[in-house]
């Protein structure tokens, strides 16, 4: 049979402090009743010894008297057993009582007129010669000493009483104390077999149920962790399999089409080959990007040179521009004069990563808006810094926090890749990649001078886009 951890920890406590509280106090109580019939019996006795020693006979106003210093009655008698004074009237049951009990006897209870006592008979010898053997009866009333009982047994019980159910309040407070976030735990756990992996509220104390909260709510980031990465592996899965018969076809005819701007380029004129450069080299850049996807998930070479910013943002530039007339958009740029040379980049990564963001960009900016790349070399730091804004109203608020990772995107028919691509190249080239939103959208590269090698071979190995497909 199933039983709560709050019925283990309750009954038994509670059970185990009820007996000793219990036990207790009838010890206590039953102490009590007997130091009362001590007492009594005590008190008594010292009455009787003071006038079976005095030195004046014992009459009937005598023993009348003794009734209001001891709290009992008192009748004498002499060796032949006949009654000599009393402090009561003479009754036949005073008389059968006084026969009844016998000095050797201890306290008997008795009843007199109705009314009960407990009884003593205590004896005193002769004397001398003169002096006569007498025995002196003493009867306490019982009423009397149920009122002291009571005063005396009384208090240790509702001490005892208000002690039990102290302990069963401290017991159930416990109780609830551990069992109440062991239920929230139990529930939080049902809650993620389920796919629900929000955190529970750690508690202010430093105890054991605080570390198991703390593991709980580990256990959920990493099952929504673990989560997100079989999610985006079965993404990138699919995506896999239908890109990969596509991406050959796209290839081919990327291949084809170059082959005929370049035949239709030595029949042209001198003033359309800028045009068909531009075609050729989108179409150049459009078959790499391809071949790309068909290796993903090999490893693939970073080909680091010394290079100019300049002039890579100047080549990613021309290819965007055509894109920027047809969109109605204004291409700004923010170079300085100068060179700005990066030791060790990868050119056509750097490239690609480039035209990704001004796409991106020329996307957002829409009809009559603009775009603007910027170049900085900052020297404190040692850092490349190359910015890319535009005027559009940035990504929704509910993807902004997670713009770079895969598959996410502000755009109904975007892929979700562009971004977390970019950011992939920056980090093969020791660098990051940032966004920041407020008078325009501002999509920020930072590159060490240096690069990811100061020393060694120019080639880095690298997996293509792990956080891609693998992440």
């Given at each position: 049979?199933?039983?709560?951890?709050?019925?283990?920890?309750?009954?038994?406590?509670?059970?185990?402090?009820?007996?000793?509280?219990?036990?207790?106090?009838?010890?206590?109580?039953?102490?009590?009743?007997?130091?009362?019939?001590?007492?009594?019996?005590?008190?008594?006795?010292?009455?009787?010894?003071?006038?079976?020693?005095?030195?004046?006979?014992?009459?009937?106003?005598?023993?009348?008297?003794?009734?209001?210093?001891?709290?009992?009655?008192?009748?004498?008698?002499?060796?032949?057993?006949?009654?000599?004074?009393?402090?009561?009237?003479?009754?036949?049951?005073?008389?059968?009582?006084?026969?009844?009990?016998?000095?050797?006897?201890?306290?008997?209870?008795?009843?007199?007129?109705?009314?009960?006592?407990?009884?003593?008979?205590?004896?005193?010898?002769?004397?001398?010669?003169?002096?006569?053997?007498?025995?002196?009866?003493?009867?306490?009333?019982?009423?009397?000493?149920?009122?002291?009982?009571?005063?005396?047994?009384?208090?240790?019980?509702?001490?005892?009483?208000?002690?039990?159910?102290?302990?069963?309040?401290?017991?159930?407070?416990?109780?609830?104390?551990?069992?109440?976030?062991?239920?929230?735990?139990?529930?939080?756990?049902?809650?993620?077999?389920?796919?629900?992996?929000?955190?529970?509220?750690?508690?202010?104390?430093?105890?054991?149920?605080?570390?198991?909260?703390?593991?709980?709510?580990?256990?959920?980031?990493?099952?929504?962790?673990?989560?997100?990465?079989?999610?985006?592996?079965?993404?990138?899965?699919?995506?896999?399999?239908?890109?990969?018969?596509?991406?050959?076809?796209?290839?081919?005819?990327?291949?084809?089409?170059?082959?005929?701007?370049?035949?239709?380029?030595?029949?042209?004129?001198?003033?359309?080959?800028?045009?068909?450069?531009?075609?050729?080299?989108?179409?150049?850049?459009?078959?790499?990007?391809?071949?790309?996807?068909?290796?993903?998930?090999?490893?693939?070479?970073?080909?680091?040179?010394?290079?100019?910013?300049?002039?890579?943002?100047?080549?990613?530039?021309?290819?965007?521009?055509?894109?920027?007339?047809?969109?109605?958009?204004?291409?700004?740029?923010?170079?300085?004069?100068?060179?700005?040379?990066?030791?060790?980049?990868?050119?056509?990564?750097?490239?690609?990563?480039?035209?990704?963001?001004?796409?991106?960009?020329?996307?957002?900016?829409?009809?009559?808006?603009?775009?603007?790349?910027?170049?900085?070399?900052?020297?404190?730091?040692?850092?490349?810094?190359?910015?890319?804004?535009?005027?559009?109203?940035?990504?929704?608020?509910?993807?902004?926090?997670?713009?770079?990772?895969?598959?996410?995107?502000?755009?109904?028919?975007?892929?979700?890749?562009?971004?977390?691509?970019?950011?992939?190249?920056?980090?093969l080239h020791g660098g990051t990649m940032t966004y920041a939103?407020?008078?325009?959208?501002?999509?920020?590269?930072?590159?060490?001078?240096?690069?990811?090698?100061?020393?060694?071979?120019?080639?880095?190995?690298?997996?293509?886009?792990?956080?891609?497909?693998?992440?």
């Amino acid at each position: 049979m199933r039983r709560s951890l709050r019925s283990q920890i309750l009954y038994p406590f509670a059970g185990l402090t009820a007996a000793a509280i219990v036990a207790v106090s009838v010890a206590v109580a039953w102490g009590a009743a007997a130091g009362v019939d001590a007492r009594i019996e005590a008190h008594v006795r010292s009455a009787a010894d003071v006038l079976l020693n005095a030195g004046f006979p014992l009459t009937d106003a005598v023993l009348a008297q003794t009734r209001g210093l001891a709290g009992a009655e008192f009748v004498c008698t002499d060796s032949a057993g006949e009654i000599t004074a009393s402090g009561l009237p003479v009754t036949a049951s005073i008389r059968l009582a006084v026969e009844d009990i016998r000095p050797s006897e201890a306290r008997r209870e008795v009843r007199l007129d109705g009314v009960d006592f407990l009884g003593w008979s205590i004896a005193r010898p002769a004397r001398n010669a003169v002096d006569r053997a007498v025995t002196l009866h003493v009867f306490y009333p019982q009423e009397q000493r149920r009122l002291l009982l009571r005063e005396a047994i009384w208090p240790p019980l509702w001490i005892g009483t208000a002690a039990l159910l102290f302990a069963i309040i401290i017991s159930y407070v416990l109780a609830a104390r551990i069992g109440r976030p062991i239920a929230a735990v139990r529930e939080h756990f049902a809650k993620l077999a389920a796919g629900d992996y929000a955190s529970l509220a750690v508690p202010q104390r430093d105890d054991e149920v605080r570390d198991l909260v703390t593991a709980a709510n580990t256990l959920a980031k990493r099952l929504e962790e673990r989560d997100l990465a079989v999610r985006r592996a079965a993404r990138a899965s699919l995506l896999g399999q239908l890109s990969g018969g596509l991406c050959h076809h796209l290839r081919n005819a990327a291949a084809g089409a170059k082959l005929a701007l370049q035949l239709h380029r030595r029949r042209c004129r001198e003033g359309d080959a800028e045009s068909l450069d531009v075609a050729l080299r989108q179409l150049d850049f459009a078959e790499q990007y391809v071949q790309r996807l068909l290796t993903l998930g090999k490893p693939q070479p970073l080909k680091l040179e010394r290079a100019d910013l300049r002039d890579v943002a100047a080549d990613a530039l021309s290819l965007i521009d055509p894109a920027c007339r047809h969109k109605n958009v204004e291409l700004r740029r923010d170079v300085p004069p100068t060179p700005v040379v990066a030791e060790q980049v990868d050119r056509e990564q750097l490239r690609q990563l480039l035209v990704n963001l001004l796409l991106n960009a020329v996307d957002a900016a829409g009809d009559a808006g603009w775009v603007e790349l910027s170049i900085a070399n900052d020297d404190k730091d040692g850092l490349l810094r190359i910015g890319v804004a535009d005027s559009g109203p940035g990504p929704p608020p509910e993807v902004q926090a997670r713009l770079f990772e895969p598959f996410v995107t502000g755009k109904p028919d975007g892929i979700g890749l562009g971004l977390a691509a970019a950011r992939y190249i920056a980090q093969l080239h020791g660098g990051t990649m940032t966004y920041a939103r407020r008078d325009a959208t501002r999509f920020e590269l930072v590159l060490p001078r240096v690069g990811p090698q100061s020393q060694g071979d120019s080639k880095v190995e690298a997996n293509s886009e792990p956080d891609l497909l693998t992440s």
